[in-house]
Nanobody, 124 residues
């Protein structure tokens, strides 16, 4: 079973919104910090957002602050990324990631599991 599966990507216009979902099959889900990352060809994987196991603590990449919101549902083992006021530079493959217990979830090394990724394309 694939531990993380993303959905909700697509093509939108600048200024539009999208909500990405990540379905997790990890146990116990509430022991994992969860995150979203993105990658584009020729660039390093970029930190987007992370949420603590409880959902109470979040952090965002600088260019996402005020536009993106990460949330989680521990009962249904889901993580969401609400993206508002999208810009063409947000175009990327977005990946869901999970890191067990402690770790720096703003760094790639903090994660044990990665999804396959889903394409988001924003046109001007």
């Amino acid at each position: 079973q694939v531990p993380l599966v993303e959905s909700g990507g697509g093509s939108v216009q600048a200024g539009d919104s999208l909500r990405l979902s990540c379905t997790a099959s990890l146990h116990p889900f509430n022991k994992y910090g969860m995150g979203w990352w993105r990658e584009t060809q020729g660039r390093e994987r970029e930190f987007v957002a992370t949420v603590s196991w409880s959902g109470e603590v979040t952090a965002y990449g600088d260019s996402m602050k005020g536009r993106f919101t990460i949330t989680r549902d521990n009962v249904n083992r889901m993580v969401y990324l609400q993206m508002d006021n999208l810009k063409p530079e947000d175009t990327a493959v977005y990946l869901c990631a999970a890191g067990y217990l402690g770790g720096d979830f703003t760094k790639i090394s903090g994660y044990n599991h990665w999804g396959q990724g889903i394409q988001v394309t924003v046109s001007s």
